[in-house]
């Protein structure tokens, strides 16, 4: 006997009992279409009709065990999860185009087509495509953020928009550092994850940073470079020669004043040389005999 079904009622029982008997038989050659997140997948049932054959075939697409889009009659009905992002193409391979892609459409889809024949439908093809949708993390980027204080500069590296839940470390010369600030988030829509680290570092040497991003089997990574600038050197240089600019002005000032200074001590000293001159002239000598004693 044929089986009816209803909109909004599970698969006939004899279709639940098609899919895995089918899927046993064709494994060894499915199909597999790779997409990412938020692109559009057409996956083909390999089987032509014509427009006619339609009133005249039942065609199921299921993934593992919930329905997608059936047809029936001619009609097409996509179930609620579908809905607005799901249609058929008849005209080509009877396929399904699925758009906007989730993460949770991962899965095997199953093409079932049944004719009716004397009164039932009997299976007349079978067809399996596996749905791999991925979510891969650009390559992040890396933006600073100032200086937090003197000669320590501040970096960010971020990147979102991929799946399964990442880890982001900092590496310079191959040994992970000391990050701050690490944010990870998850969509709850669409269940994907941004991630985020900030790095201080001390901007009076050079330095070449990895920020890696790891997740499941796979990795991103971003490199920052960093050079000690010429404007730092040439403060440097120029507070060192405002130094020695400094000392050599003290020390010439130093001179100048004990010049000064000896040059102002001179003409004194020569003065007191000049008036102890004098004054030895004034003393007149005294001869023996010269001095009249008393009574003389």
């Not at 029936?72 to 005209?91: A, I, L």
């Not at 004194?268 to 040389?273: E, I, L, S, V």
């Not at 002239?281 to 005999?289: A, D, K, Q, T, V």
């Amino acid at each position: 006997m044929g089986h009816t079904l209803k909109w909004g009622t599970p698969l006939p029982k004899l279709f639940q009992l098609l899919v895995p008997v089918g899927l046993f038989d064709f494994c060894s050659g499915i199909v597999q279409v790779t997409k990412t997140v938020k692109e559009i997948a057409v996956l083909s049932c390999d089987y032509n009709i014509s427009t006619e054959e339609l009133t005249r075939v039942r065609i199921y697409w299921q993934k593992d065990n919930e329905m997608v889009l059936a047809v029936m009659s001619g009609k097409v009905k996509v179930w609620p999860k579908y809905e607005n992002r799901t249609f058929t193409d008849v005209t080509n391979n009877l396929c399904i185009v699925i758009l906007a892609l989730r993460l949770s459409d991962n899965g095997t889809y199953t093409c079932v087509v049944q004719k009716r024949e004397r009164g039932s439908y009997k299976l007349e093809h079978l067809t399996s495509v596996k749905l791999m949708v991925k979510a891969d993390f650009p390559v992040p980027s890396i933006t600073a953020l100032g200086n937090p204080s003197p000669n320590i500069k501040r970096i960010r590296c971020s990147t979102s928009g991929g799946f399964p839940e990442p880890h982001l470390s900092w590496l310079e010369n191959g040994e992970e550092l000391n990050a701050t600030n690490t944010m990870l988030s998850q969509d709850p829509e669409t269940e994907l994850y941004m991630i985020s680290s900030e790095l201080d570092f001390n901007v009076t040497g050079n330095h070449s940073f990895m920020c890696l991003v790891k997740y499941g089997g796979l990795t991103v990574s971003q490199t920052f470079n960093w050079q000690k600038s010429k404007r730092e050197t040439s403060s440097a240089n120029q507070f060192l020669l405002f130094t020695v600019i400094i000392s050599a002005s003290a020390c010439g000032i130093a001179i100048i004043l004990i010049y000064r200074l000896c040059r102002s001590a001179a003409p004194r000293q020569r003065r007191r040389r000049n008036m102890e001159s004098m004054e030895t002239e004034r003393i007149s000598p005294i001869y023996p005999g010269s001095v009249e004693g008393p009574g003389t």
